[in-house]
């Protein structure tokens, strides 16, 4: 049973990049699912998550109008798009099992004994 993020790399400032964050051992159906990032001497920061119940999303605000969630449970895989990468987006993401609530104080958190991905480097820079 594990989560597995994938698709970090280099990128130029104004690039593009797709992070896939795969499910095996069980059904991603029933589960929201958040993206989280950490850059080296900064806290972790929840950048973006999507509900199992209706899909709803969230993107904090340092991704607005930038960074996209979506699900597909038929490849049992959650994606992060990301355009217009900055180079204050480089850090370490992580997809983990999440409590996904757009309209809290907190709107990501981890799932106590969840699931989580083992991290993907994501790097913007000329």
């Known amino acids: 049973v594990q989560l597995q993020a994938s698709g970090g790399g280099l990128v130029q400032p104004g690039g593009s990049l797709r992070l896939s964050c795969a499910a095996s051992g069980f059904t991603l159906d029933y589960y929201s699912i958040g993206w989280f990032r950490q850059a080296p001497g900064k806290e972790r920061e929840g950048v973006s998550c999507i509900s199992s119940s209706d899909g709803t999303t969230y993107t904090a605000e340092s991704g607005l109008g930038r960074f996209t969630v979506s699900r597909d449970n038929a490849k049992n895989t959650v994606y992060l798009q990301m355009n217009s990468l900055k180079p204050e987006d480089t850090a370490v993401y992580y997809c983990?099992?999440?409590?996904?609530?757009?309209?809290?104080?907190?709107?990501?958190?981890?799932?106590?004994?969840?699931?989580w991905g083992q991290g993907t480097q994501v790097t913007v820079s000329s």
């Open positions: 983990a099992t999440v409590r996904c609530w757009p309209l809290d104080r907190d709107p990501v958190v981890p799932s106590r004994d969840g699931y």
